[in-house]
Nanobody, 120 residues
Framework: QVQLVESGGGLVQPGGSLRLSCAAS????????MSWYRQAAGKERELVAA????????NYADSVKGRFTISRDNAKNTVSLQMKSLKPEDTAVYYC?????????????WGQGTQVTVSS
């Protein structure tokens, strides 16, 4: 059974930092591209950051470049999102996402989400 369990969300003041973590199980983590998405109230879900299975390639939304850093530990089956210089517009539910191909079939999974609120 595939599980993606996020943690680390919470309330932070503008300019502050948070670190989100996602613990994965039930699939071959080292073969999966891992991403963080977010969805603000009344808006569509958007990609925040992504990392290839090997960790060699990353991709960030323009709105978070230079402030957020995605990382992964294939030995621990975890992916993290370090968020700095947080802004009120970063307020959203953040979701961990995994995707991979196996025997020509595409698989993708979502975590349950963790709330990040940036407010004074």
């Amino acid at each position: 059974q595939v599980q993606l369990v996020e943690s680390g969300g919470g309330l932070v003041q503008p300019g502050g930092s948070l670190r989100l973590s996602c613990a994965a199980s039930g699939f071959t983590f080292s073969s999966a591209a891992m991403s963080w998405y977010r969805q603000a109230a009344g808006k569509e879900r958007e990609l925040v950051a992504a990392m290839a299975s090997s960790g060699s390639t990353t991709n960030y939304a323009d709105s978070v470049k230079g402030r957020f850093t995605i990382s992964r530990d294939n030995a621990k089956n975890t992916v993290s999102l370090q968020m700095k210089s947080l802004k009120p517009e970063d307020t959203a539910v953040y979701y961990c996402h995994a995707q991979y191909w196996h025997l020509a079939i595409f698989y993708q999974y979502w975590g349950q989400g963790t709330q990040v609120t940036v407010s004074s």
